[in-house]
């Protein structure tokens, strides 16, 4: 299982997988809000979203696994 | 008309002036957050034991 | 009677209106279209702009000594309170964890003045300016506005205008000016180098740090302590959480009431005779100069140390020395992730970001100690 940790401490804007998709290296996961920008958080591989661990609103940090992948 | 001596030490201690105090900056910061990890450290250990 | 009549309509200010304050009536519109349709530094643009546009009506007294725009000039900025006032808020703003996790960032916060001192010379080879007004335009290349104002207040009053209406400008145009600097200078490959996850620095770390750069840097440019030792104090009430309060007013009330009353004293300072001549011109153009020179300087310093050291820097961060905050960090982590989409730069810029702060206000203090 590849756990994808959010790159830094934001605002969950929205998560743009579900449980069970197909994603491919580099696919949008998670947008965190950091800086008044928007931050994409990126597939790190090939794989199927097996958790999703956030919401829309939460407040992540480098330690929280957004999304796991299998 | 330009006094070109006169600009060039000013914007030679310019450069040094920033340059010198950012990295005795650097320096400071590196030495004190190693100080101050090494004393997180020992009362980490003191209150385990 | 006829006497009367001529008194009164030589009291008109519009018997009075000269094409320079026309002129100057047109760049406030500018200023206003870019503040408020394109969103360009509205904070600054606004009061900026109409500071202009209210110091070019006729018969006023608004410049005159005990005129409100000469209260705002003379009592706020020639005498450097505002500048500093700002820089309280910006501190209790400003968070420096990026520079303590890596203090090499440091350097690269110096690397980025290299655009001041590109743009000094360049504006002694014009021979348009001296050297206290060449130094001013320089400092643009720091891409801080209160710097900038601080510095001209002190050397070039009469430039002050210009320099921060460049200033500001600039700074707003970062994502078009940094980029094609940056990929000219970098490969694809280096631009694609990933960085990883920061360091925390503990809360200790980020309580000593403004005492300490206190110490070090007013010890050695005294003359950048108004700017620095105000920068400090709000950073260290925001990393106290003793003072919230003061921390609150700081980077709230209080930096909103100075901008304005900075905005107005500013605009107010630009009148047809000191704006509209060929030194404005030389300003704007002197800007980019500066501005690029600065993305450059940090971008091949970065380069230069990747040569030296284990803990290879993606060399993009090297641009987020040019201290638009967070303009440029923002601007560094698209062009990062554009290379690379698993690249999350933005952190990491932040440390080169705030690092030229510091470096823009050291930077002004070397020239107030070198020219006056």
């Not at chain 1, 940090?61 to 299998?70: E, F, I, M, N």
């Not at chain 3, 309280?88 to 203090?103: C, E, H, K, S, Y």
């Not at chain 3, 694609?192 to 840097?217: D, N, Q, W, Y």
């Amino acid at each position: 299982m590849t756990q994808v940790n959010a790159p830094m401490v934001g605002k969950v804007l929205s998560v743009d997988v579900k449980v069970g998709d197909q994603v491919k290296k580099n696919d949008v996961l998670v947008t965190l809000e950091a800086m008044k920008m928007q931050i994409k958080v990126y597939a790190p591989a090939d794989g199927e979203v097996a958790e999703v661990n956030c919401n829309a609103g939460d407040v992540v940090s480098t330690d929280t696994v957004v999304v796991a992948l299998k | 008309m330009v006094d070109w001596g006169n600009a060039t030490s000013v914007a030679l201690s310019g450069i040094i002036s920033v340059f010198a105090v950012l990295a005795v900056l650097q320096i400071a910061v590196t030495v004190s957050g190693k100080v101050i990890e090494g004393m997180a450290k020992s009362q980490a250990e003191k209150q385990k034991s | 009677m006829n006497q009367l009549m001529t008194e009164i309509i030589d009291g008109l200010g519009v018997m009075h209106l000269t094409p320079g304050n026309v002129a100057m009536w047109l760049i406030a519109f500018v200023l206003f279209y870019l503040a408020i349709k394109k969103g360009v530094e509205p904070l600054l643009l606004l009061p900026i702009g109409f500071g202009v546009f209210a110091a070019n009506f006729p018969l006023t007294g608004l410049l005159e000594e005990g005129g409100l725009f000469y209260i705002f000039y003379h009592y706020g900025i020639e005498n450097e309170l505002i500048p500093p006032l700002i820089f309280l808020g910006l501190g209790a703003m400003t968070d420096f964890g990026p520079v303590i996790a890596n203090p090499k960032t440091l350097l690269l916060g110096a690397a980025a003045q290299l655009g001041v001192y590109a743009a000094f010379f360049g504006a002694l080879f014009t021979g348009l300016f001296n050297v206290k007004e060449a130094a001013c335009i320089g400092i643009i290349g720091g891409a801080d506005g209160p710097t900038s104002i601080f510095l001209s207040a002190n050397l070039a009053p009469h430039m002050m205008g210009a320099v921060s209406v460049a200033a500001y400008s600039y700074m707003a145009l970062v994502p078009i000016i940094i980029p094609p600097i940056a990929k000219a200078l970098t490969t694809k490959q280096e631009r694609a180098m990933p960085m990883g996850m920061m360091r925390m620095p503990s809360k200790t770390e980020k309580i000593v740090f403004p005492v300490l750069a206190s110490i070090v840097i007013i010890l050695l440019v005294p003359k950048s302590a108004p700017l620095i030792a105000m920068f400090m104090v709000g950073n260290l009430f925001m990393e106290s959480a003793v003072v919230d309060r003061l921390t609150d007013v700081a980077r709230n009330a209080l930096m909103n009431i100075v901008t304005i009353l900075l905005g107005l004293g500013v605009g107010s300072t630009m009148t047809a005779d000191s704006f509209l001549n060929s030194k404005t011109i030389g300003v704007f153009i002197m800007g980019v100069v500066a501005f690029a020179f600065a993305t450059a300087g940090g971008v091949l310093l970065a380069k230069l140390m990747n040569l030296f050291t284990k803990n290879k820097v993606n060399p993009l961060i090297g641009a987020a020395g040019v201290s638009a905050v967070p303009m440029a960090a923002r601007v560094v982590h698209n062009m990062g992730t554009e290379a690379n989409p698993q690249n999350y730069l933005l952190m990491h810029a932040m440390g080169p970001n705030v690092a030229g702060v510091i470096g823009t206000a050291v930077a002004a203090g070397a020239f107030i100690t070198a020219i006056l």
